[in-house]
């Protein structure tokens, strides 16, 4: 168990606001519940004894030593970050981290279109992929819907618009690249550039 409280853990999305030490595989104790029985068993007799001084006390000491695990895990998270960002320019940074792929596919799109005035549509069938490809585009003027149809109805679309599929994705073009279909509708498209898992279609 102390292994597992005390062993660097990896950096995840929920890292912030969950603490994710806990016993190894097999284990059944975690140093929580330790904390917890810990708790029960002394915090009776502390408050007949203290009253309730005593289970501030004993809530503000668990609350430090979980927090100071966290601190040592933060650490060791951000000597992770140096050893990975030391020396890089602020500008080639995002092309090593996590988001390399969403980054890599922004600035593909972004050099193929016009210096203002562009329109693009983020198509993706993963929530997490759109959110994603559509911050890194930005400031553009970016549609994605979350939770919705990937792209609206092609009433919606002006030619010249620009429509970026990121797998996954149901958008399809059809033979010959110059239709893109989705939800039982079709668009006149020309393909502009193919990237691994991304392609960008102008709308014609």
Do not use: C
Request: glycine letters at 10%.
């Amino acid at each position: 168990m102390w292994r597992a409280w005390l062993a660097p853990q990896p950096w995840n999305q929920g890292s912030i606001n969950v603490h994710g030490a806990g016993a190894e595989p097999g284990q059944h104790l975690t140093p929580v519940v330790l904390l917890g029985v810990l708790t029960l068993l002394l915090g009776l007799p502390g408050y007949w004894r203290w009253g309730s001084r005593f289970l501030l006390a004993w809530m503000l000491v668990s609350w430090l030593l979980l927090d100071l695990v966290w601190q040592r895990q933060l650490l060791w998270r951000g000597q992770d970050t140096r050893e990975q960002f030391a020396g890089l320019p602020a500008a080639d940074r995002p092309a090593q981290g996590d988001d390399s792929f969403f980054w890599a596919v922004s600035q593909k799109t972004k050099a193929q279109l016009p210096a203002a005035g562009a329109r693009v549509f983020v198509a993706s069938a993963n929530d997490f992929v759109g959110m994603r490809m559509a911050y890194y585009l930005y400031p553009l003027n970016v549609y994605w819907r979350r939770g919705g149809p990937e792209l609206p109805g092609p009433s919606q679309f002006r030619t010249g618009d620009y429509i970026l599929l990121v797998e996954p994705t149901a958008v399809r073009p059809l033979s010959g690249g110059g239709r893109l279909r989705y939800a039982g509708e079709t668009s006149l498209v020309r393909p502009v550039a193919r990237m691994a898992d991304a392609s960008l279609y102008q709308v014609r």
